[in-house]
């Protein structure tokens, strides 16, 4: 069980898809651990016009499960609250904290609030303002305010929502949400990097050959149709999920594991991403669309999109990391939609043996893969000897396939960042440092793809993207660990 928590969350877009699929659940799941229990509650606020009894069914149907007893649903579900809000008007804030001082009182929370914005960030300013100006902050307790990405959309605009929140709230206080940060894999690379000494003593440009990073996705675009037009998977995965993992991956190790040394690191690390000229972009990156094939209809086809869009929905690329352990590594990372799988996979491949005693028996290349999702492992690719007469080598896996009574059951990435948030500790989110670092990289190649007539690659529902894709491992005698056909 955990240890209590005494918080009041306040959700501006409380009746949002994120809300009901993520966030409700994972309050549910610390409350049922025993992170939250009498002394908390839960306002819920947007534009619509729901009763309290209604809001409370929403948030029973959303933890809905074959595991939720139905009076531990129920009880939870009372601490919940509604408020039909207006961001921009002020009467409404004023409203919000009547509220929230009678739900302080009534609950004991003694001053510690949680704002919670899971709306567009050109609203985040207008919140920030009216909760320091409406006396929402409380002078008692804490005030922390969490934000969804995406947090800006170029390094002008990022900095500009980053000022208009830090008017009002101090760093220590703005917990921007990466939500790869808070899965369990992801949060494993430390630990295999820094509490083994075999790792510890191989993770470098000595023994590392290169490092590839897939985020795929099977779905397209669905709902987030009129979003993706203007983002594309350059700004929707590469500048947060992907450089947050090589940030990860390449940091030098911390003098101690605490937010402070972790982010220090990992602003190094991001720090040193070597940036990019027009002409190093367009032969290092890659962007493509899908189209249709399978059954499925192209990026083109989809509802809300423009029928000349150029938009990309998959991104390849290689990228250096010029800090002293990494230089010269090649990070191979590509992400996109309707790629043939789901899968969140890690390789770091180890360079060959200098010698071969066994020639002409080829040897296996030592690669360490960690699949973050759908199923979290980990495993290291070596070179045995099949077992029978005669001495010939096979490669074989050491495996880590982390199970409870046979099952896999990780906590969900929000449950562990809110429990993170309410205990104060900001090491699995995001530093303003990091976010302003990984959009001058991502910067230098969105810039160039405007200014430039540079090709728009095409690839097939249901495959892994692009033939330039793997041409662009190819020139380097590399190929893709991954090929999607893992099951």
Request: with cysteine.
């Amino acid at each position: 069980m955990g240890t209590e928590q005494r918080a009041l969350f306040i959700i501006f877009g409380g009746t949002g898809d994120l809300a009901k699929r993520k966030l409700y659940p994972s309050l549910f799941n610390l409350y049922r651990k025993g992170f939250l229990n009498e002394n908390f509650a839960v306002i819920g606020t947007a534009r619509r016009p729901w009763t309290d009894e209604y809001f409370q069914k929403v948030v029973t149907d959303a933890i809905n499960s074959e595991d939720a007893l139905a009076e531990d649903a129920t009880q939870f579900a009372s601490h919940f609250y509604y408020q039909s809000h207006n961001v921009n008007d002020t009467e409404h804030y004023i409203t919000l904290r009547n509220l929230a001082d009678k739900l302080d009182r009534k609950y004991e929370i003694g001053g510690n609030r949680m704002f919670y914005l899971a709306m567009s960030p050109r609203f985040f300013g207008t919140i920030a303002e009216h909760l320091k100006s409406q006396k929402i902050v409380t002078t008692e307790g804490y005030n922390r305010v969490i934000v969804e990405k995406p947090f800006g959309r170029d390094f002008a605009s990022a900095t500009e929502l980053n000022d208009a929140i830090g008017r009002y709230f101090p760093e220590k206080d703005v917990f921007r949400i990466d939500h790869y940060l808070g899965k369990e894999m992801v949060q494993n690379i430390l630990a295999v990097r820094f509490g083994n000494n075999l790792f510890r003593a191989l993770w470098n440009n000595r023994y590392i050959d290169n490092i590839q990073i897939t985020l795929s996705e099977a779905l397209g675009v669905e709902e987030r149709a009129g979003y993706y037009e203007t983002a594309g998977a350059l700004r929707d995965m590469v500048q947060n999920h992907i450089l947050q993992i090589v940030a990860l991956l390449t940091m030098n190790m911390p003098a101690s594991y605490s937010e402070e040394d972790i982010r220090r690191e990992k602003i190094y690390a991001l720090k040193s991403l070597k940036k990019y000229t027009p002409a190093q972009v367009q032969a290092n990156f890659i962007r493509a669309q899908y189209t249709a094939a399978n059954g499925q209809r192209g990026y083109r086809e989809e509802e809300k999109i423009a029928s000349d869009s150029a938009t990309e929905t998959f991104v390849a690329g290689k990228l250096f990391v010029d800090n002293e352990n990494f230089s010269g590594v090649p990070i191979y990372v590509r992400t996109g939609k309707r790629l043939s799988q789901k899968r969140s996979r890690i390789d770091i491949a180890f360079k060959t043996m200098p010698t071969n005693i066994f020639a002409p028996q080829p040897l296996g290349q030592n690669v360490l893969t960690i699949n973050i999702e759908p199923e979290g492992k980990i495993f290291l690719q070596i070179n045995v000897k099949q077992v029978g007469q005669g001495f010939t080598l096979k490669k074989s896996h050491l495996d880590f396939f982390p199970t409870s009574n046979g099952k896999q059951v990780f906590p969900e990435a929000y449950e562990k960042l809110f429990a993170d948030a309410l205990a104060g500790d900001a090491t699995n989110f995001t530093h303003w440092e990091e976010v302003a670092y990984s959009w001058k990289f991502v910067d230098a190649i969105r810039t160039a793809w405007d200014q430039h007539d540079y090709a728009l690659e095409e690839y097939p529902c249901g495959s892994m993207g692009p033939v330039a894709a793997d041409k662009l491992l190819a020139r380097d005698g590399h190929k893709w660990f991954y090929t999607g056909q893992e099951h």
